[in-house]
T-cell receptor, first 109, second 114 residues
Framework: GQSLEQPSEVTAVEGAIVQINCTYQTSGFYGLSWYQQHDGGAPTFLSY????GLEETGRFSSFLSRSDSYGYLLLQELQMKDSASYFCVLGGSQGNLIFGKGTKLSVKP | DTEVTQTPKHLVMGMTNKKSLKCEQHMGHRAMYWYKQKAKKPPELMFVYSYEKLSINESVPSRFSPECPNSSLLNLHLHALQPEDSALYLC?????????????FGPGTRLLVL
């Protein structure tokens, strides 16, 4: 089967940098994505790593190491609006997404 | 236009009712998905349609019946639901049903079964 592990909650202050780690077990996958979901909202795509290394998109960066079955999402210059749940997601070969349990990020002033 | 729309936004139904959820996208995407999300849990995949054909059914009970009338529309027909089926039902679409394709989610239908 496939499984992902990520911290359930993270708290940080405005302007800080936070890293949300994700470890996974899978027999095969296309890549690791990150989705953000605000309370009451829909998941929205943030970042995707098909290959090992770092991908940067504005204040957000994501990293993947297939050899270590590990990835992370880095959020810089945190803003209050970044308070949300963040899911690491395995992309299956059938187009299916397998979501981790999510990390609830709380940004404090 | 990167929008996926879903109707209704909220739905309350009894266990003997029949209702339908609707999803629409006009991005030319050829893959569409239904997910179920319970409170404080991640979305769970229910069905995948690719080129209007059902390609994945994640062992969903038959009281949920998906339908893809055309490439822009996806329906989920509900019949004889149970209270434990109360959840947020999310529709998503992607360019294709390939691994790694970004999925665009609609706002969801919040369903309450009494």
């Amino acid at each position: 089967g496939q499984s992902l592990e990520q911290p359930s909650e993270v708290t940080a202050v405005e302007g800080a940098i936070v890293q949300i780690n994700c470890t996974y077990q899978t027999s095969g996958f296309y890549g690791l994505s990150w989705y953000q979901q605000h309370d009451g909202g829909a998941p929205t795509f943030l970042s995707y790593n098909a290959l090992d290394g770092l991908e940067e998109t504005g204040r957000f960066s994501s990293f993947l190491s297939r050899s270590d079955s590990y990835g992370y999402l880095l959020l810089q210059e945190l803003q209050m609006k970044d308070s949300a749940s963040y899911f690491c997601v395995l992309g299956g070969s059938q187009g299916n997404l397998i979501f981790g349990k999510g990390t609830k990020l709380s940004v404090k002033p | 236009d990167t929008e996926v729309t879903q109707t209704p936004k909220h739905l309350v139904m009894g266990m003997t009712n029949k209702k339908s959820l609707k999803c629409e996208q006009h991005m030319g995407h050829r893959a569409m998905y239904w997910y179920k999300q319970k409170a404080k849990k991640p979305p769970e995949l229910m069905f995948v349609y690719s080129y209007e054909k059902l390609s994945i059914n994640e062992s969903v009970p038959s009281r949920f019946s998906p339908e893809c009338p055309n490439s822009s529309l996806l329906n989920l027909h509900l019949h004889a639901l149970q209270p434990e089926d109360s959840a947020l039902y999310l529709c998503a679409s992607s360019q294709d049903r390939r691994g790694g394709e970004t999925q665009y989610f609609g706002p969801g239908t919040r369903l309450l079964v009494l």
